[in-house]
């Protein structure tokens, strides 16, 4: 529990002083590691908050469309693999 | 726990997800809240990037004490930083000059702008859509669709979004974004799209005079977008397809000036 504590916090850091695709990278491991990773979706919307907006293509929602992305994938992809 | 009280658990699961999910692009989707949103959150976040560079300034810094090698690398960046930006400076700043003595000559009144300095909180390498945020907004007079310059007149982007002590830009290189322009020294009209970093590429008839090096100029406000760094022309096709990008590099710059009272 602690671990995914730590782990939730370098992903948020991430969000604020790290490129994108570290984010992303991030996130997938978080995904794949962690049991039901929920929280992918808050650090999504955080991301369409701080730097999207509602003009741009997909209504400024490609944070939280990358994260169901990401969960649905790498949960697939975990029930395939163990 | 049997089999049919697994999956009904499950189930549930899967459908509060789903309830989670939709409330979260619903509240993305619907701008009122959205824009409270993204308001409650701008008080927090210029505090948490400043805490962000101040640490990273000090780390630097004391590293910078023991390593001498890093020490002239760091100062070489910075130096070239400042090149690249007296460079703009310089290749901006006379065809300005000349087309705005033009104007106020032959509209017979004088031009000024208002312009705030503003420092870049998250430049475009963090975000994913090739945004700007900046630690000025509504309290200096900032506006949505204000101008945002970098290095008194290389034009990057307009505002899209402020709250009282923050702005967010939208850059002009957004891939896809379009935007009326004039090639080189004869003012060529042509369409330039967006592709993403401050980069962009625009399309010119044939057997136009197009070298490299020329600035590419806004058609509305007299703003240099770019300089052109290739030119591809094949003679089967009636266009020459022009790459150019701006004239500084856009994940170093610092900080930016919103031209106030430019709504374009």
Redesign the interface.
Known sequence: MNKRIIFDIVLLSSV?????WIVVMLAIVGAYIYD?Y?EI?LF??????????????L??????L?A?VIFVSVSYAKKMVR | MTRHQNNYLLQRKKNALIVLVSISAFALLYSPIRDTLTRTLYYITPGIWSIGDTTKNSIGFVLANFRDKDTLVNENRILNEAIELMRTQVLDRNLLAEKVIGLEEALGRVRMDDRVVASVLAGPGRSPYDTLVIDAGENEGINVNNYVAYAGSGVIGKIIETTGNSSKVKLFSYPGEEHAVLVGDRYIPAVAVGTGMGNFEAKVPQGSSVEIGDNIITAKGDFILGTVFTIEEKPSEPFKRLLFRLPFNISQIRSVEVVIDKNL
């Open positions: 604020f002083y790290a490129p994108w039901k929920y979706f999504g919307i955080l991301i369409d908050l701080l730097y999207g907006a509602n003009l741009f293509p209504g400024g929602a490609l944070g939280i990358g169901i």
